[in-house]
């Protein structure tokens, strides 16, 4: 092993580096470990931040929301449905009415 953790052949982390392979694998046994050490940890975590949440914390109230009642699920339609119209008369008032100086607003004139 060199001093970078890289084989010195073929230039790839070796095993046990941390971007070596088995790294995943190591950081799932070490929360599986974490959470056969402390099995109440989770109970615990949720409880401190359910109170800070009575409390007002926006944050710690989305927390602990999402845990027990999921994520909303959110979808987007994406597909147009009915015609698509343009009132030309109200775009027509709103310019003469932008050109008269009767409402607020910028004028750009043509071409610049």
């Known amino acids: 092993m060199s001093g970078n953790g890289k084989d010195p052949v073929t230039g790839q982390f070796l095993k046990g580096h941390k971007y070596g392979k088995g790294g995943v694998k190591a950081k799932k046994t070490v929360i599986k470990e974490f959470i056969d050490k402390h099995p109440h940890a989770y109970d615990e975590l949720m409880e401190i931040l359910y109170k800070i949440a009575k409390d007002g914390d926006i944050d710690s109230a989305k927390y602990v929301l999402d845990r027990l009642k999921g994520r909303p699920h959110i979808s987007i339609d994406s ?20 050109e008269q100086g009767t409402i607020e607003g910028e004028y750009i004139e043509e071409g610049q």
Not at 86 to 93: A, E, F, G, H, P
């Open 79 to 98: 597909r147009l449905s009915g015609d698509i119209k343009l009132d030309y008369t109200l775009i027509i008032d709103r310019v003469s009415e932008l």
